[in-house]
């Protein structure tokens, strides 16, 4: 039997992204989600940008939401997330051989009127970026809200994905997606597997 991080590296490997619904639990949803509202209300979070650390330009035409950038010692985080990803890091090098060494992962907050408009998640300038994971913490996301990711595919199609609660979404950075204007306060985990360490 195939384990659920196999498939989803698997199906990574097939088609370039998989969506894997109901990855966290309600509860932890719910927890995750709460986290995130009281770090916004004592204002840690900060307006998101554009471009790699270096250069970065806050543009509200391009993008409009908010973030806050994950420690890696969170206890909690790290029971719920990042041992999944530490997993899923070694499994994809072992399958792709992209050479992943590293991860960054923000909070992302989208109130209502928000949007991010048509980009890449790796940059000329930085292509570090080899993967990105994000996973929807909208325990009552519903028709309507908007909110949803376009992933534009290989032959031109477009995948019209909700940010529904617990599911998780892997794709290869490379790859042109857009999140349509939402309707709804609409939080996420959103992050990078990286082939180059910070700490170098
Ligand atoms: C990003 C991004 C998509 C989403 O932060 O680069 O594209 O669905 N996010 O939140
Ligand atoms: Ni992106």
Redesign the pocket.
């Known amino acids: 039997m195939e384990t659920a991080i196999e498939n989803i590296v698997n199906t990574v490997y097939q088609q370039r992204y998989c969506i894997t619904d109901g990855f966290l639990s309600d509860t932890e949803v719910k927890t995750l989600k709460n986290k995130i509202i009281s770090l916004y209300q004592s204002n840690s979070f900060k307006k998101?940008g554009i471009g790699n650390d270096k250069q970065l330009i806050t543009n509200s035409e391009i993008?409009s939401?908010y973030?806050f950038w994950l420690e890696k010692d969170d206890e909690q985080l790290n029971q719920i997330f990042f041992s999944f990803i530490d997993e899923l890091i070694t499994q994809i090098n072992r399958r792709f051989f992209l050479g992943l060494k590293d991860y960054e992962f923000?909070y992302?907050y989208?109130p209502s009127g928000t949007f991010?408009r048509k980009?890449r998640?790796s940059f000329k300038s930085d292509d570090a970026r080899k993967i990105?994971v994000?996973l929807?913490l909208n325990n009552n996301w519903k028709n309507g809200d908007g909110?949803e990711?376009l992933l534009y595919t290989d032959n031109n199609d477009v995948l019209k994905?909700e940010?529904i609660g617990g599911r998780l979404?892997v794709f290869e950075s490379e790859m042109e997606?857009?999140?349509l204007m939402s309707h709804a306060d609409?939080y996420?985990i959103?992050g990078w597997l990286k082939n180059k360490s910070r700490l170098i």
């Open positions: 998101a993008r939401d973030i923000h992302a989208y991010y980009h998640d990105t994000l929807y909110g990711l994905i940010p979404l997606h857009e999140v609409r996420s959103t």
